[in-house]
């Protein structure tokens, strides 16, 4: 069969329907999308060692003969065992394959093959279990560099290897869209050499410089489509001109002194706010680094300036603890702060809508029902979303478009986010962004003391949460599961407790109130309640009527409950270090010492290892970076909401360099053909807008 890059798997050799369903999953359906899927490992299987050599535990090759037929036995139903002993001429290997019977005939006594796998002792005997094998001299999975491939159950590595195998005649069909001075400029392989050795190298130098053309080619592309959006933003037209007031006006509001960090970002805040251009800023900062008040300060200088500001909350327990610090520090100065929710009673939601269209509320806050139909906005002229992981780009844009009603222009955009990301990285998710920064925190904030405590301490810690709630103290206990099932949720790659080992949250608190609290006030919080449930159990912690919440992280939202002092994790090492830092953030915002306690069963030295980089410090941009070193940049990116493209070969946290350089020869190309429309440059711009395909009116 001669492939070409949309030869459609059905027609490979091994894909049956079910196989090519499975395949689906992936995203892979013609034979161009398998050159795209990129092995996430390598495996070196070129030493070949002999039976005696061999390092016992780790997966390796060996040469050895067949010394004798192999012998099949069905041990009882659904279970048969291959069994033969293959020699070399320094001792025998004993192979055993489970459910393998195809082994019988495939093996033949006084033929050499390649065997690989672990080798395991017992005793004198040298043995292995399923090995990989193949002829002598007819190589194709060992002797070499083997790919290994993100894969989904049913599907297997030797499989989905052989696949690729059979795609890669049609890598010289493939069109380069890379522009020849951009290749040369950089150093870079042809399209050719770089997607057959990033699949079977031919050795690591072969391997690096097929990495660095294809991860360079994605940062270039993503680069291109960043320049895109922002010249998008540029071209929009003319945003409402706020004026700039005298800084110490809104001080004056304020019951304490702003930090630096925190003046700086009003600057930027008011620089763009009079611009005449749309503001789209996103400002970070570490949890109690006071972003609502330069949020406060934004919404206050439209007001003053006679427009409308919309703030946006996740939760109704946050948007109504924003409602009312806002009321109180705002009146001084005339500011009518207003309060939508979807729990007001129709009558309540009546009187707020007419009050926002008839420009009667100043700064308006609020859930998603400030975007719901019939809410209809006077003069809208500034937009504030809180945790920015919780709002995506779709909901910003249903919020500006309220402005429309009012014949505004496009409204300017403040998103709030707590979860502190290395600024490198933040550049590339908030591409359509310019980024201010909260990098300090106010003065007298007491750091939370942070432990890492293992099971057999267990007991010692229920007497410190009695001690804490005896000082009319509040406790948090946080839970990885909802509930008790096998299916609790992946393996950690930190070396986690085992799934049956979680502690469910609704299980665990039956057993503490029964058998360890009977005599406290418990309450339950988890995503899947209904919307009142939830917002009732989180009000009535805020209220102080529940002394120990037992809760899933829905908790992470930035609610003030200043007389909580202790929170509790449960397996902490399930959890990423910058959530973690978010769930600590829960404590600490009163005038008490507050503490986080992480417990873990885990005996993996790597994850007690991050679980204490967390204890020993509170600076949440450190722990980002150490957080982007062990997972990788999907923490960050979560479900996309920001509507930007994955990433499948660069390493956010390793390819800096390269990002530069690709940013650098995506400026130099855009400087010379800024709508990319010369020919050359064309399969560029098709490049794009597929790696963009979720945002497609950045083309517009």
């Known amino acids: 069969m001669a492939v070409t890059p949309d030869t459609p798997l059905l027609e490979f050799t091994g894909v049956g329907e079910q196989r090519f369903k499975k395949l689906e999953k992936l995203g892979l359906t013609k ?4 050159l795209a899927h990129y092995p996430r490992d390598y495996e070196d299987r070129r030493k070949i060692y002999t039976i005696r050599e061999a390092p016992p535990g780790q997966r390796i090759c060996i040469s050895a003969m067949a010394a004798e037929h192999p012998r099949r036995a069905r041990i009882r139903k659904g279970l048969e065992l291959v069994q033969v002993k293959v020699v070399d001429h320094t001792g025998a290997l004993h192979l055993t394959f489970f459910n393998q019977g195809y082994v019988e005939q495939a093996l033949r006594a006084g033929e050499e093959y390649i ?16 090995p990989i094998f193949e002829h002598l001299g007819k190589q194709s999975v060992t002797g070499r560099i083997m790919p290994i491939y993100p894969l989904t159950a049913g599907l297997s590595n030797h499989l989905m290897a052989s696949l690729v195998r059979q795609a890669l005649p049609c890598v010289a069909a493939l069109p380069e869209t890379l522009p020849q001075p951009i290749r040369q400029g950089h150093n870079l392989a042809a399209l050719e050499y770089a997607l057959r050795n990033i699949h079977f190298p031919q050795d690591e130098h072969a391997l690096e410089i097929a990495r660095r053309r294809l991860t360079f080619e994605e940062l270039f592309y993503l680069s291109v489509g960043l320049s895109f ?16 007031r005298p800084q110490e006006e809104f001080l004056t509001l304020l019951p304490f002194s702003p930090t630096a960090a925190q003046l700086r970002v009003m600057d930027e805040i008011a620089a763009d706010l009079s611009s005449g251009r749309p503001m789209n800023r996103l400002v970070q900062g570490d949890v109690g680094s006071g972003k609502t008040a330069v949020a406060t300060y ?3 200088l439209c007001a003053m300036a006679g427009y409308q500001c919309a703030l946006m909350a996740p939760t109704e327990v946050l948007a109504e603890q924003h409602f009312r610090s806002l009321s109180a520090l705002l009146a001084p100065a005339g500011v009518r702060v207003g309060l939508l929710t979807g729990s007001l009673t129709p009558s309540e939601k009546k009187k707020v809508r007419a009050q926002l269209a008839q420009g009667e509320i100043d700064f308006a806050v609020g859930t998603h029902a400030l975007i719901s139909q019939g809410v209809e906005f006077h003069r809208l002229a500034l937009i504030v979303a809180d945790e920015q992981h919780r709002f995506g780009v779709a909901q910003r844009s249903a919020l500006a478009g309220k402005s429309e009603t009012g014949g505004m222009p496009p409204p300017h955009v403040l998103v709030m986010s707590a979860t502190p990301i290395p600024r490198t990285l933040a550049l590339i998710i908030y591409g359509d962004l310019d980024i201010s920064i909260i990098n300090e925190l106010p003065p007298g904030r007491t750091p939370v003391e942070t432990y890492v405590v293992r099971e057999d301490k267990r007991q010692r810690m229920y007497q410190f949460v009695r001690k804490q709630v005896s000082q009319g103290r509040q406790v948090y206990i946080i839970c990885p599961a909802v509930e008790d099932t096998p299916e609790n949720g992946p393996e950690s790659a ?17 057993h503490l109130q029964r058998e360890v609290f009977p005599d406290l006030t418990l309450g339950l919080l988890y995503g899947k309640m209904k919307p009142k449930e939830k917002e009732a159990a989180m009000a009535a912690f805020v209220r102080g009527e529940i002394q120990v919440l ?19 994790i449960e397996n902490a090492d399930r959890f990423g270090l910058s959530q973690l830092h978010q769930l600590r953030g829960r404590v600490g915002r009163g ?12 005996r993996s030295a790597e994850a007690m290892t991050r679980l204490r980089t967390l204890a020993s410090t509170t600076d949440g941009f450190r722990i980002s970076e150490e957080d982007l070193k062990a997972r990788g940049p999907g923490d960050f990116f979560g479900n996309r909401q920001h509507g930007l493209p ?7 946290s390793g390819d800096m360099a390269l990002l530069q350089e690709a940013q650098q020869a995506a400026n130099q190309l855009l400087t010379q053909d800024p709508a990319l429309t010369s020919p050359d440059n064309r399969p560029v711009l098709q490049r794009v807008r597929n790696m963009f395909a979720d945002t497609p009116d950045i083309f517009n």
């Open 298 to 300: 934004a919404g206050w």
């Open 646 to 652: 994955q990433m499948k070969l660069a390493d956010l």
């Open 115 to 130: 065997f690989f796998g672990a080798v395991e002792e017992q005793g004198r005997r040298r043995t292995m279990i399923n």
């Open 550 to 568: 037992v809760s899933t992280t829905v908790v992470e939202v930035g609610v003030d409950v200043p007389n909580a002092s202790l929170i509790i």
């Open 494 to 510: 930190w070396g986690a407790s085992s799934p049956a080992d979680l502690k469910a949250v609704k299980t665990y608190t039956e």
């Open 591 to 602: 005038k008490h010492q507050s503490y986080c306690v992480l417990i873990t069963a885990t």
């Open 229 to 244: 959006l922002r010249h998008r933003r540029e071209a929009i037209s003319l945003a409402c001109a706020i004026p700039q």
């Open 31 to 34: 034979a161009d999308d398998l």
